[in-house]
């Protein structure tokens, strides 16, 4: 079993529509949490870090954590076609060390 | 606040040669790690180099290696170069526990 697993999609969901990205992942020691947004041809881009179980609100983005079900997920609301991106989930552990899920590849369409 | 940025953005090697990426880190980030992300993947962790030392390696074979110099701009060296090293190599630096990217060096050996 991978430490963290992320369904690569695509996704294809019409423009407004809430969006709803999930990762799970296998290793207790993994305390912190975050999800980058990747277009082509670029590198990734922080969009949201948080250490703790429950929800974190940054503008149309929310990440929540379940730390019972080893679970986490990224709700983008009021979506755009410029989310179409790739979106990868990742985690830290004590020792620094950090996994990245293998991406979910959205696309808004208009 | 300058970001993240790697040289050369595409590169093209024959298999058996060896090849050197530049990456310049965030300003006020001392601590840089390389990743490696095969088409469809995550990154995966190369290593990472804390104020001019490495302080963790990921599974990767001897001919990847590094260095940090004293401004914190970095160095990835591969030497001999395989078919399967053809990747997109991403620089990131760390600030406040998460990860800033550059956009990374399309490397192609053939």
């Known amino acids: 079993q991978k430490e963290v697993e992320q369904d690569p999609g695509p996704l294809s969901v019409p423009e407004g529509a809430i969006v709803s990205l999930n990762c799970t992942y296998s290793?207790?020691?993994?305390?912190?949490f975050m999800w980058y947004r990747q277009y082509s041809r670029k590198g990734p881009e922080l969009l949201m870090y948080t250490y703790s179980s429950g929800n974190k609100e940054d503008g149309r983005f929310t990440a929540q954590v379940d730390k019972s079900s080893k679970y986490i997920s990224l709700f983008i609301r009021d979506s755009q076609p410029s989310d179409s991106a790739t979106y990868l989930c990742a985690m830290k552990r004590g020792d620094d060390k950090i996994i990245f899920g293998k991406g979910t590849r959205l696309h808004i369409l208009p | 606040e300058t970001g993240v940025t790697q040289s050369p953005t595409h590169l093209i090697k024959t298999r058996g040669q060896q090849v050197t990426l530049r990456c310049s880190s965030q300003?006020?980030?001392?601590?840089v790690s390389w990743y490696q992300q095969a088409l469809g993947q995550g990154p995966q962790f190369i290593f990472q180099?804390?104020?001019?030392?490495?302080?963790g390696r990921g599974n990767f074979p001897p001919r990847f290696s590094g260095l940090q110099f004293p401004n914190y701009s970095s160095e990835l060296n591969v030497n001999a170069l395989e078919l399967d090293d053809s990747a997109l190599y991403l620089c990131?630096?760390?600030?406040?526990?998460?990860?800033?990217f550059g956009n990374g060096t399309r490397l192609t050996v053939t």
């Open positions: 180099y804390y104020r001019e030392e490495e302080n």
């Open positions: 290793n207790s020691a993994f305390q912190y």
């Open positions: 300003s006020g980030h001392n601590t």
């Open positions: 990131a630096s760390s600030g406040q526990g998460s990860l800033h």
